[in-house]
């Protein structure tokens, strides 16, 4: 039987079935890239819904997993050399389930970066300047009197857009005719953006058209169905 015991988060989240993948996740942007990527591969996995309104990623057991305290993450009983592997940051967590199974990457050598440059594009730009624009649309942030963040955030994200406009312009997938990883990372942004947050009416989001088309093609796919509600909230 695998042992987790050297992992303190199995202690407050245990695993029934510790053979399998552990995800520790929510179902927000960040949370789903790797519920839909698990779906996608069909690995097996045993999915822990951790409560960020109630702090549980700044309890210890979730910080010795990662000490940045965000979701996702997970543990790979059979990591490299058949030996547990805790890992988190969604993009690394994708490069490696991608390259692990061999799927959902390219094998050529160029398209293996351009497609890693994709979702670190999404890191670094799409997550963040969505996620800034949401607070400052729909939470606190705007009761602030300055609408100047706001106006920066709007302007950034609406750019953003425009540059997967750009990038989809004869292109089923980020990648082409290829679904990959880059899609992963960013549908679930994308949807947020004009579903939950509600800004798609000031980022202009229906003037858009490759945008629009890419992102219902996604959304349609089953595993991402399934993928964007996992872990289910507790009943």
């Keep these: 039987m695998t042992d987790l015991s050297s992992f303190p988060i199995a202690t ?8 399998l993948l552990q995800l520790y996740s929510l179902a927000t942007p ?5 519920s839909i990527v698990l779906e996608e591969l069909g690995i097996p996995y045993e999915p822990h819904f ?17 000490p940045n305290g965000k979701i996702p993450a ?5 990591g490299p050399g058949g030996k547990p592997l805790g890992l988190f940051e969604s993009g690394a967590i994708l490069l490696y ?10 094998t050529d050598p160029a398209k293996r970066y351009e497609t890693i440059q994709w979702v670190f594009f999404q890191m670094a730009a799409i997550g963040p300047m969505f996620g800034q624009l949401g607070f400052f649309h729909k939470f606190a942030g705007r009761e602030y009197e300055d609408k100047r ?14 540059v997967l406009e750009t990038r989809l312009e004869g292109r089923e997938w980020i990648m082409g005719d290829e679904y990959t990883i880059a899609d992963i990372s960013m549908l679930g942004w994308v949807r947020n953006l ?6 798609g009416e000031i980022v202009e989001f229906d003037k858009l058209k490759n ?12 595993a991402v169905q399934r993928g964007l509600d996992i872990p289910k909230r507790p009943a």
């Design 12 to 19: 407050k989240w245990p695993a029934q079935h510790p053979e």
């Design 30 to 34: 960040n949370g789903v890239k790797v």
């Design 50 to 66: 951790v409560d960020i309104t109630t702090n549980e990623t700044w309890t210890p057991e979730f910080l010795s997993l990662n």
């Design 74 to 78: 997970i543990i790979d009983p059979d």
């Design 97 to 106: 389930l991608a390259e692990k199974t061999g799927k959902l990457i390219p």
């Design 149 to 162: 963040p706001l106006e920066r955030y709007r302007a950034e994200s609406q750019r953003l857009l425009g």
């Design 194 to 199: 004009i579903g939950f947050y509600g800004a």
């Design 211 to 222: 945008v629009p088309a890419w992102l219902e093609r996604g959304l349609a796919r089953p």
